[in-house]
């Protein structure tokens, strides 16, 4: 796992170039703290700050191939690498390494952009061929890792983490109004987003091909949510649910460091740790968050689920306190407007694990989009047939619906009986699924003066899917979880720039294709849609505890504006002042200030959900200003490095 960062053709005398990219990679060498290294020639720059986990003393990148021709910087782990390895050496190609690394170079050279589709991992990479002065960028088909660029004059610029970009000459951030309008609207920014303006996210599945005066963009592989496996009964789907998850683990295995699991007390963390307990043969290492407030805490099932496996468990205990005080540094990790704090516990868990010497983890996300896990299934299934339904069989279908809330009454019911009638028909073309969850959505919106259309962009999304239309509603359910909030917040904000704010490698076993296409092919075969996961729970219920197996979907959760209203922290003032407001002009200040007068002098149980949302929507708005657009305070957070650097330089035009 590394970070990445470069330019191409850039406005920008060649005799800055090696200080520029030094600087660049220096700005994410949290991402990778076992070696810095970069390559420069007249035309391009790519460095890597590398956290070494396969081939310690000959992966150092950049790495190169068929005299120094091609050259790559990547970001990732290729779980498959070996038997790529075996098939490429099989077609006459000679490998330096033991690395994953020079096996996605060769595979670039040797079968192009084909090769795309046979890397089984999460990768961002970046890869320059002298002899045709191009750059080709690419990331994983499900977004598991980060890659940004920028078209600057005739060239560009990319990394793995934006905060890179600062370290260019006269580069400056500005927030862009319309992607935040639709990023409060959606939770999340969308595939091509980053909340900035002239700065993109390179989507899952594309890539891009860089020559002078030309950037190409293209998709190499789709989503597939159709059934493509024939399964006849309910066993032959238990032992395939089995047996494939189990090997997806054993490829997640594959490293010359130590492997943990980040148990969170659910279902599909504790089937993880069971299988990396298996396959290992091992004692394994946990990681756990506790909470100290009980509404959020998990820790009695996870210590019974490390108990039941004989697990090395670590926890990390999180209060009020800790939230607000570890907010800023993670949100400046995240480098996106978030929704809710749920980020900030992972930010210090992961510091937890690195602590303790482990490097690569293994977390169960994934498995509610593939699984169909979250409560958006349920209630679109519900939705799409109410007008099909009398009363009576409504009432019977909506008492299934939440149990696991157990504030959920009659009271509640009558309410949702309105609600749903109010959504049984689609608004926004496309989008029938999520309409009730955009509600809370067009709430945080009106944080901004002139929000516009903010589901502008998301239907345009979807209206250039070619096979949208032909997707059930459930089907298009998934496939908006899996292109907007999975890799916009889960994977990003929640994961990789948690994990990696401290040198940690998270890996995801359900998103496997093999995993993913199994899913897809027992969804609804073998249940009715409301006992989420049926087919997972049973595939497992004779190896977890049966409070676990039995447990319905607990969603993550921290506390949001309670910590702030409990002490409220200093930086605060951003909020509160009307000076540091006007450095906002994009945001209602009468909105903002009553929002925020609210939740820090409202009682907790009387700020509503949507409430919550907008507090820390705008919370971290007004930070990531402060840190990126003024460039205040981020002195504080940018490691210092000792790592000797690894350079190659083949420049000719200069003195």
């Not at 109010?422 to 945080?444: I, K, P, T, V």
Request: net charge negative.
């Amino acid at each position: 796992m590394c970070g990445i960062a470069g330019f191409f053709q850039p406005p920008l005398d060649v005799s800055e170039y090696p200080s520029t990219i030094i600087q660049m990679v220096g700005r994410i060498e949290h991402r990778g703290p076992d070696g810095l290294g970069y390559f420069i020639d007249d035309n391009c720059a790519i460095g890597a700050a590398r956290l070494s986990i396969i081939d310690h003393q000959l992966g150092t990148q950049p790495i190169s191939a068929q005299h120094d021709r091609y050259w790559i910087c990547y970001n990732g782990e290729i779980y498959n690498y070996k038997e790529l390895r075996t098939e490429l050496e099989a077609l006459g190609q000679i490998f330096y390494t033991q690395s994953d690394t020079e096996v996605v170079l060769q595979s670039w050279i040797t079968w192009g952009e084909a090769c795309l589709t046979k890397l089984n991992g999460g990768f961002a990479f970046a890869i320059y061929d002298r002899k045709t002065t191009s750059l080709v960028l690419a990331r994983d088909r499900f977004g598991k890792r980060p890659l940004f660029y920028v078209k600057k004059g005739k060239g560009l610029l990319f990394a793995s983490e934006m905060k890179a970009f600062l370290a260019f000459p006269s580069f400056h951030f500005e927030q862009d109004t319309e992607q935040l309008s639709s990023i409060l609207a959606q939770w999340t920014p969308l595939p091509q987003q980053t909340g900035f303006s002239n700065i993109n996210s390179l989507p899952m599945g594309e890539y891009l091909l860089v020559k002078s005066n030309e950037v190409i963009r293209r998709r190499y592989t789709s989503l597939t949510l159709h059934p493509t496996i024939p399964i006849s009964n309910e066993d032959d789907a238990i032992e395939i649910v089995q047996k494939t998850l189990e090997e997806s683990v054993r490829l997640r295995m594959r490293s010359d460091v130590g492997v943990g699991v980040y148990l969170s007390g659910g279902l599909d963390s504790a089937i993880i740790a069971m299988l990396a307990s298996k396959v290992s043969g091992q004692k394994i290492k946990t990681f756990s968050i506790k909470f100290e407030d009980a509404q959020f805490d998990e820790s009695a099932e996870q210590a019974e689920i490390s108990s039941m496996l004989d697990t090395e468990h670590e926890s990390v205990h999180i209060a009020d306190g800790d939230i607000t005080e570890n907010f800023p540094e993670a949100i400046f990790h995240a480098e996106i407007p978030a929704f809710r704090s749920a980020f900030v516990p992972m930010f210090m868990l992961s510091k937890k694990t690195s602590e303790k010497g482990t490097k690569v983890v293994l977390s169960g996300e994934g498995a509610d989009e593939a699984f169909l896990g979250y409560d958006i299934f349920k209630e679109t299934q519900l939705r799409s047939k109410w007008s099909e339904l009398d009363d009576a069989k409504r009432r019977m279908e909506l008492s299934k619906l939440y149990p696991h809330l157990d504030h959920f009454g009659p009271q509640d019911l009558e309410a949702i009986v309105g609600l749903y009638k109010q959504f049984s028909s689609e608004r926004l073309s496309g989008l029938f699924s999520h309409e009730l969850r955009f509600q809370n959505g067009r709430f945080c919106t009106r944080l901004m003066r002139e929000p516009g259309d903010p589901f502008r962009a998301i239907s345009s999304l979807v209206e250039q899917e070619p096979n949208f239309t032909s997707l059930s509603p459930i089907q298009k359910a998934q496939w908006l979880e899996f292109h907007t909030l999975l890799p916009g917040y889960l994977l990003s904000t929640q994961g990789d720039r948690m994990s990696l704010a401290h040198g940690v490698e998270n890996r995801c076993p359900f998103l496997d294709q093999s995993v993913v296409d199994v899913a897809s092919s027992i969804n609804h075969r073998f249940d009715d849609g409301f006992e989420e996961k049926r087919i997972l729970r049973r595939a497992f219920q004779n190896n977890l505890p049966e409070s676990v197996i039995k447990k319905r979907k607990f969603p993550y959760r921290s506390p949001d504006s309670a910590a702030f209203a409990a002490k409220p922290p200093d930086y605060l003032e951003l909020l509160q002042s009307d000076a540091e407001l006007s450095k906002l002009p994009y945001l209602h200040h009468q909105f903002a200030r009553a929002l925020t007068k609210k939740v820090l002098t409202n009682p907790p149980n009387t700020i509503s959900t949507k409430e919550n949302q907008a507090f820390i929507f705008l919370v971290s708005i007004a930070l990531l200003h402060h840190f990126f657009v003024e460039q205040n305070g981020i002195n504080r957070f940018i490691t210092k490095s000792s790592t000797q650097i690894k350079a190659v330089d083949m420049r000719t035009n200069y003195n």
